[in-house]
């Protein structure tokens, strides 16, 4: 299985789709998905959320790069599925058993096919981060080598056929 996200059309609607196995069990895994203090090793946003369906969620960068936005909870169905909305853009979490481990299928609905490589680079590397968190290694603060990294991942997604033309935020 490669890391490396996939850009299919779901139900007429642009989307990125990522698949991560991990060596840990899926309550494990269910709480770094959903719960606001294990989503911020990992998450681009800072998240409250109403853990719940129809709960509200606000996101806010500590960067101060995009302003707060907020959000709903779609669908939960514990430890399996976590849907919400983010603004325009719907992002979803199932989560399963494999082996002795667990399986993450992390699927973003995007508002604008252009935000392909760009946002495929960007879950890249924070489904990376997800992967060095739940094997108990610290955060990573940004960093430029970041910025190289998520240049060079923007460049492989547009060679893998990614939809481009979004602006990378500085």
């Keep these: 299985m490669s890391d490396y996200g996939t850009y299919e059309t779901i139900d007429g609607r ?3 789709r990522f698949e991560r196995s991990f060596p840990h069990p899926v309550e494990k895994v269910w709480s770094a998905v959903t719960q606001p203090a294990e989503l911020a090793h990992w998450f681009p946003a800072e ?15 500590t960067d101060g790069v995009f302003p707060p936005s907020e959000g709903e909870v779609l669908e939960l169905d514990p430890p399996r599925l976590f849907e919400f909305k983010w603004g ?3 992002l979803r979490a199932e989560v399963e058993p494999a082996g002795e481990g667990a399986l993450l299928r992390f699927t973003h609905f995007l508002a604008e096919r252009e935000q392909g490589a760009r946002d495929a680079a960007g879950w890249h590397v924070c489904l990376g981060e997800l992967e060095k968190h739940l094997a108990g290694k610290p955060a ?7 910025t190289d990294e998520l240049r060079q991942l923007y460049k492989d997604y547009e060679e893998r056929g990614t939809p481009t033309g979004a602006p990378m935020p500085s």
């Design 88 to 90: 325009d853009e719907v």
């Design 47 to 61: 998240v409250e959320v109403d853990l719940r369906k129809g709960g509200k969620m606000r996101f806010t960068f």
């Design 140 to 146: 990573v603060a940004p960093t430029s080598e970041m």
């Design 14 to 16: 642009p989307a990125l």
